[in-house]
């Protein structure tokens, strides 16, 4: 069983910065493929990055540029640095983590972006 625990969530205005974390437990972490997804009202949940153990990663064609995904296996987190940030991408951002096939989920940290 893997937990995952999301922080740095906010409101911010437009064209600020924010930065999330998400914490793993776990003894495997650096083999975790880790992501980020968000889910805004009315909206499926969709991918915003995502990072494998080997350091590859992928963004959202809507957050290419503006958000960077990294990861500190010392310290068993993911971060997700989001600059430049509008209110479109007001939403809950979760974040994942699979492992041999199985996928785990944080709780959610809402983000929220003022005009």
């Known amino acids: 069983q893997v937990q995952l625990v999301e922080s740095g969530g906010g409101v911010v205005q437009s064209g600020g910065s924010l930065r999330l974390s998400c914490a793993a437990s776990?003894?495997?972490?650096?083999?975790?493929?880790m992501g980020w997804y968000r889910q805004a009202p009315g909206k499926q949940r969709e991918l915003v990055a995502g990072?494998?153990?080997?350091?590859?990663?992928n963004y959202a064609d809507s957050v290419k540029g503006r958000f960077t995904i990294s990861r500190d296996n010392a310290k068993n987190t993911v971060y997700l640095q989001m600059n430049n940030l509008k209110p479109e991408d007001t939403a809950v951002y979760y974040c994942?983590?699979?492992?041999?096939?199985?996928?785990?989920w944080g709780q959610g940290t809402q983000v929220t972006v003022s005009s």
């Open positions: 776990g003894s495997f972490f650096s083999m975790y493929v």
């Open positions: 994942n983590s699979q492992l041999f096939g199985v996928d785990y």
């Open positions: 990072m494998t153990s080997g350091g590859s990663t």
